[in-house]
């Protein structure tokens, strides 16, 4: 059973930054892609940036230059450092793994995500 618990949401300032977290535990496959995704109301979940198993990080266009994603092997936490965030960027994240080969932001790939965490950013 693979569990995925998210924290570090709140709300900013438009400009301010924020650093999500994800504890990662229970899957029993090796190397997992990590991916973080958002959804806001009335949106599609999109992804906002992946850690594939030999370190490779994916951006979304809308992210690069402002988000980055890291993981810390020894307590297995993948977090999300977010600078520079702005109005739209004001979503529930989420984190999920994924167990097969490949990562990217197909979200309908990815077998296990967690519950979530809501960042607002006010103009």
């Known amino acids: 059973q693979v569990n995925l618990v998210e924290s570090g949401g709140g709300s900013v300032q438009d400009g301010g930054s924020l650093t999500l977290s994800c504890a990662v535990s229970g899957y029993t496959y090796n190397n997992p892609c990590v991916a973080w995704f958002r959804q806001a109301p009335g949106k599609e979940r999109e992804g906002v940036a992946a850690l594939a198993p030999r370190g490779s990080q994916y951006y979304a266009d809308f992210v690069r230059g402002r988000f980055r994603i890291s993981q810390d092997k020894a307590t297995n936490i993948v977090s999300l450092q977010m600078n520079n965030l702005k109005p739209e960027d004001t979503a529930m994240y989420y984190c999920?793994?994924?167990?097969?080969?490949?990562?990217?932001?197909?979200?309908?790939?990815?077998?296990?995500w967690g519950q979530g965490t809501q960042v607002t950013v006010s103009s």
């Open positions: 999920a793994v994924k167990r097969m080969p490949g990562c990217g932001f197909n979200a309908r790939a990815f077998d296990s």
